[in-house]
């Protein structure tokens, strides 16, 4: 079955530092990938997408990019905040936007230390 | 923007009680899920629906049950508590045209003791 793996963290940083969180997926198909943002108390809420092979997802200074050769989605930030503090979430969705939901990650918790 | 409501956001059971989680969404979604969070384990489906009156499994559903009378509303219910039910529970609805694109509820946390 679809699976998607990620660093599980915590990982910690220092305000303005350089963010990358690994995601790799194995699915059958061509899915589509997301990163979804937690943060605490909250839900889980879309980060950034990407429909095919090669797009790049951006949105709030994250970017993706979806690597079919090497079955990775990537995110990573230039210089984080302490405001980015949260868990994130790695996904796929096999079937087109399908009724079975998505595929997580078990999350990646970031803590950002000013 | 009300979006996806959770109700309760809070409950403790007793094992062998049971109890209703109500999710209601208000932006005419078709899809409707139910989630659990636990440490470690991520997100994992439970049962969702793709319109009133259907509802399926998903990845873990034993112990659970659910319904969809009407559009907006999607039940989750445990008809007898156990401890391992101990769980961060999410709602998400979907519009069925968009790939992916989950908007969730603020979660319900529930302990069974």
């Known amino acids: 079955g679809d699976s998607v793996t990620q660093m599980e963290g915590p990982v910690t940083l220092s305000e303005e530092a350089f963010l990358t969180i690994n995601c790799t997926y194995t699915?059958?198909?061509?899915?589509?990938l997301f990163w979804y943002v937690q943060y605490p108390g909250e839900g889980l809420q879309l980060l950034l997408k990407?429909?095919?092979?090669?797009d790049k997802g951006s949105n709030k200074g994250f970017e993706a990019t979806y690597r079919k050769e090497t079955t990775s989605f990537h995110l990573e930030k230039g210089s984080v905040q302490v405001s980015d503090s949260a868990v994130y979430f790695c996904?796929?969705?096999?079937?087109?936007?399908?009724?079975?939901?998505?595929?997580f990650g078990k999350g990646t918790h970031l803590i950002i230390q000013p | 923007n009300a979006g996806v409501t959770q109700t309760p956001k809070f409950r403790v059971l007793k094992t062998g009680q049971s109890m209703t989680l109500l999710c209601a969404q208000d932006?005419?979604?078709?899809?409707m899920y139910w989630y659990r969070q636990d440490p470690g384990m991520g997100l994992r489906l439970i049962h969702y629906?793709?319109?009133?009156?259907?509802?399926a499994k998903g990845e873990v559903p034993d112990g659970y049950n659910v319904s969809r009378l009407k559009k907006q509303n999607f039940l989750l219910g445990l008809e007898s508590a156990a401890p391992s039910q101990t769980s961060v529970y999410f709602c998400?609805?979907?519009?069925?045209?968009?790939?992916?694109?989950?908007?969730f509820g603020e979660g319900s946390r529930l302990t069974v003791l």
């Open positions: 998400a609805s979907k519009d069925r045209a968009v790939s992916g694109e989950l908007f």
């Open positions: 699915a059958t198909g061509y899915p589509s």
């Open positions: 990407a429909t095919k092979a090669d």
């Open positions: 996904a796929l969705s096999d079937l087109g936007g399908g009724a079975d939901g998505l595929t």
């Open positions: 932006m005419n979604h078709e899809y």
């Open positions: 629906s793709v319109g009133e009156g259907t509802t």
